[in-house]
């Protein structure tokens, strides 16, 4: 009797621990599964933010060091006194915001600087839209061009797409007419023109009338004569060479001289040359 009680007993006894080592195996493999859930969760938290960031800092490029910043529209701004305080380029690159303190007021009695303005950037960057911001006096233009057409073919002031809307006349034949002008008259212009034709690559010779004589404009060669820009075209970007003033009376032509800042006759001009 006694050892079947002894038996009995002992039998009790080693169910009782195989079960307590089963439930701590079990509370173990569940802590360790719990752990292992904990870090792939905070892997992939630490991994998103991250991901987020680079994306937004490889979309954009600024450009603060201005003076040692180079590209055609510098010398636009430069001789429509238009000072330029930092360049953003945004969608690959592709589109740039120039933030700029701007040298008159955006109304009626400045409209032909404005037309000249928009346009002059739009043949330096090569029709590709742009937008200038003068933060100081809250002006935000956003510009669109046409690649196809080569003009500027709308512009949104502080987000109104009308104030402009009737901005940019349709000047083609006088135009034609002007760079026809040019070409016959200086020879410099023809040959040049005439090497760039045999080009098989993407870069071309290109003319264009940037600048309509303004009235409102103190200087004379400002406002009586046009604006003519002789220069390379390459697919993102146009390189200037020539910068011609045609007087919209007598037809004088006069040379430009970008870096200078100054006007020359083209005997003065080709007298330079022979110089350098």
């Given at each position: 009797m006694k050892k079947t009680l002894m038996a009995l007993v002992l039998s009790i006894t080693i169910a009782t621990f195989v079960g307590c080592n089963n439930s701590s195996n079990v509370k173990n493999s569940s802590?360790?599964?719990?752990?292992?859930?904990?870090?792939?969760?905070?892997?992939?938290?630490?991994?998103?933010?991250?991901?987020?960031?680079?994306?937004?800092?490889?979309?954009?490029?600024?450009?603060?060091?201005?003076?040692?910043?180079?590209?055609?529209?510098?010398?636009?701004?430069?001789?429509?006194?238009?000072?330029?305080?930092?360049?953003?380029?945004?969608?690959n690159k592709t589109y740039p915001i120039f933030y700029v303190t701007l040298?008159?007021?955006?109304?009626?009695?400045?409209?032909?600087?404005y037309e000249n303005l928009f346009k002059s950037i739009a043949v330096a960057n090569g029709f590709w839209d742009y937008r200038l911001v003068d933060e100081k006096e809250s002006i935000d233009l956003q510009i669109q061009c046409d690649k196809k057409t080569k003009t500027v073919s709308s512009v949104t002031y502080n987000n109104?797409?009308?104030?402009?809307?009737?901005?940019?006349?349709?000047?083609?034949?006088?135009?034609?007419?002007?760079?026809s002008y040019l070409q016959n008259t200086v020879p410099e212009v023809k040959s040049f023109v005439e090497a760039y034709s045999k080009n098989t690559n993407d870069v071309k010779a290109i003319?264009?009338?940037?600048?309509?004589?303004?009235?409102?404009s103190k200087n004379v060669?400002?406002?009586?004569?046009?604006?003519?820009?002789?220069?390379?075209?390459?697919?993102?970007?146009?390189?200037?060479?020539?910068?011609?003033?045609?007087?919209?009376?007598?037809?004088?032509?006069?040379?430009?001289?970008?870096?200078?800042?100054?006007?020359?006759?083209?005997?003065?001009?080709?007298?330079?040359?022979?110089?350098?």
């Open positions: 802590n360790q599964s719990t752990v292992t859930q904990s870090n792939e969760t905070n892997s992939t938290q630490d991994k998103t933010p991250t991901s987020q960031q680079n994306t937004s800092s490889e979309d954009k490029v600024v450009i603060t060091n201005i003076d040692a910043w180079s590209h055609p529209t510098k010398d636009v701004f430069k001789s429509f006194n238009v000072v330029v305080s930092k360049v953003e380029l945004t969608n040298s008159n007021n955006v109304d009626s009695k400045h409209k032909v600087f109104d797409k009308s104030y402009f809307s009737n901005l940019e006349v349709d000047n083609t034949a006088v135009e034609n007419d002007l760079i003319i264009y009338v940037d600048r309509q004589p303004d009235p409102s060669y400002l406002r009586d004569y046009y604006g003519i820009y002789v220069g390379e075209s390459h697919p993102d970007h146009n390189v200037n060479i020539y910068r011609f003033a045609i007087n919209k009376d007598t037809k004088n032509i006069m040379f430009y001289d970008v870096v200078n800042d100054k006007y020359m006759t083209l005997d003065e001009w080709r007298a330079s040359r022979n110089k350098n």
